[in-house]
């Protein structure tokens, strides 16, 4: 089980946050903090795995948590969930060496996605002895694109169906739907959205949300790595 802590201001949005954190399985909520200092305190109480950081605190800028973690000995890993779109904010982000940064607003999938693929490289990391650098390259989710990381897919994804999805993708004039995608290549939608929350997980695809009259928006998908 995956512990996870919450920082959010908006006690409603931290509501919804946990609902969706609590629904992915191998995860569960263990608290949360609406301000900085409140989040350095309930790491050095509860001793979270996966800190779910905003960062527009009410006391500080929410990158500044991450160095008084580690200074403090907190080796948890940080997940950036952040309105903050400034590409000064996602390059210090990465510099801090967080696990993933998901921008405001998504939806629970959106989250899934990302936990999950979380999840199998924590996995990775701590089940396997390094031998090689194919090992590091599974820890860290990196594979060699454009041939969709055939070494990195989840379990269960093939290589020949990946790579029909990306050059679908490639060829796609704007974005596609998975049901689109599917009825494209004769897949089922469910596998079809599968392959594409892969690639918008691991950065290849970007997803988009079309709002209509009336039910949930439909994502949709364009290809972004080259």
């Known amino acids: 089980m995956i512990d996870v802590l919450i920082v959010e201001d908006d006690f409603m949005v931290a509501r919804i946050h946990r609902g969706f954190v609590n629904d992915v399985a191998g995860f569960r909520v263990i608290g949360t903090a609406n301000c ?46 952040s309105a903050a779109r400034e590409s000064e904010a996602v390059r210090g982000a990465v510099r801090q060496g967080v696990v993933d940064y998901l921008l405001k607003p998504f939806d629970a999938e959106d989250l899934r996605a990302r936990l999950e693929q979380y999840a199998a490289r924590r996995s990775n990391l701590y089940a396997a002895v390094v031998s090689g650098q194919s090992d590091v390259d599974r820890a860290l989710a990196r594979g060699a694109a454009p041939a969709a990381a055939a070494a990195s897919l989840p379990k269960g994804m093939s290589v020949e169906t990946a790579e029909l999805i990306e050059r679908e993708l490639r060829a796609a004039d704007g974005s596609l739907s998975s049901a689109e995608c599917a009825a494209r290549l004769g897949v089922s939608r469910v596998s079809a959205r599968r392959y594409l929350e892969h690639f918008s997980v691991t950065g290849q695809a970007e997803v988009s949300l079309r709002y209509g009259q009336a039910g949930r928006p439909e994502r949709r998908y364009s290809w972004v790595a080259d």
């Open 36 to 81: 900085g200092e409140q989040a350095l305190t309930a790491v050095a109480e509860l001793q979270p795995d996966l800190v779910l950081l905003d960062l527009y605190l009410p006391d500080m800028f929410g990158l500044e948590i991450i160095p008084r973690l580690r200074t403090a000995g907190h080796d948890c890993d940080v997940m950036v969930i």
